[in-house]
């Protein structure tokens, strides 16, 4: 019996503004000979990170199929994202909906047991990177990668050029075909147009896309304008007030305060914070709707300023704080003690979870990117308090400024602090305000 193929699969996936426009890069290696056996890519339109990475995951292993369609097989992934590698290893659960049809995906293509993966620096992973790169290239130009301008692998010995198709349907030029045909395949179908404002706010919630395809989103937000260009009038924006809550006794000792654990209510300084806040609005008049996190110290929070505005309060699942596991209650210096390591991991990488499955900053990410698209769908044209906590606002900051996730331990924000971000027709948000406590005297 033959031994089997080896191969190596390097992968990658990127989104300019996470989400945002997308697009990932793959290709399949000889590792005696280092020549490239199949290079792909493809511009998949807003989407994350995340997303980016496992389709370029499945792209790569799906070339390894159609290439080698009756051979045995070995391959060694190699990707920079620690998230797909530990989540396809076993390592890490997949907790976020949109992750987990796309690792089942991955995982039916090639049997399990012919396959490992191994986390590299992104510096040796600078093929698949530079292809992911110049599908987003091309998808803002408004078209698709195409192998013939490709730079991708100029350092990298390539296989010789192939001849028709000739031989039986496992052959090298024949299992080439598939794979371009394979890939043409898999691109997702367009995106369906939105729901229009006025159908969001009669109530028709907007619809979530399906799993690996780009969120139904207004086709300019597929490659924003960047800059001062001469944009035509926009009209105006969704304006999201971003309001955290009050004090909890928890506050003022610095504790993990997520949504993994207790639910606090606010203390007597926050209820007097939320007051505060409830006059300020009052006084400027410009809030038209009120949208809240489920924990109780922003419901507390929302309802103050509802009962001042006449308004109803919305309760939003996404805009709940992060689950911090393990390190619920405690404060950063008795997690420090008791779970050093797993701490070190979670200040260095934005996809290491804290202790005991709680959330990891790129899945907090993701979460309330979905959250943001669905609200801008929902009040285009709206100032819209939202009510929530610490994260999710640093976190709609962050991706407004298409900041870097070490961002997140660059801001202050108070409690009862008003931080404003504006999203406009054409893709592009402002940030406004960041961690207000004027209106607090």
Known sequence: MPAPRQLVVEADGGSRGNPGPAGYGAVVIDP???QVLAEAAEFIGVASNNVAEYRGLIAALTAVRDLFPDTDVRVLVRMDSKLVVEQMSGRWKIKHPDMKPLAARAAEILPASSVTYEWIPRAENKHADRLANEAMDAGRRGGQWEPSSSTAGLDTPRAAPEPEPSGPPGDAAAGAAKVRAAMAAARPAPARAPKSPQAARAGQAPESPQAGQAPDVPQAAQAP???????????????????????TV???EKRFSGSGGGDPELSATGRDQAARAADAFAARGTVQEIVSSPLRRCRETAAAVADRLGLEVRIEEGLRETDFGAW??????????RFGSDLSAWL???????????ESFTEVAERVAATRDRLIAAYAGRTV?????????????????GAP????????????????????????PSLRLLNDTSHLG
Request: hydrophobic share 45%; charged share 15%.
């Open 405 to 428: 996730p070490e961002s997140l331990f660059r801001m202050e924000l108070l409690p009862a602090s008003l931080s404003v971000v504006a999203y406009y027709a054409d893709g592009n």
């Open 348 to 358: 260095a990488s934005p996809e290491a979870a804290p202790t005991g499955g709680g």
């Open 225 to 247: 304008q960047v800059g001062w260009g001469s944009a035509p009038d926009l009209g105006s924006p969704a304006t999201f007030v971003l309001l955290r809550h009050g004090e």
């Open 32 to 34: 005696d000979t280092a």
């Open 328 to 337: 619920e209650g405690l404060t950063f210096a008795e997690v420090r003690e």
């Open 250 to 252: 928890l506050t003022p």
């Open 385 to 401: 308090l939202l009510v929530t906590h610490v994260t999710p606002i640093k976190t709609l900051v962050r991706l407004a400024l």
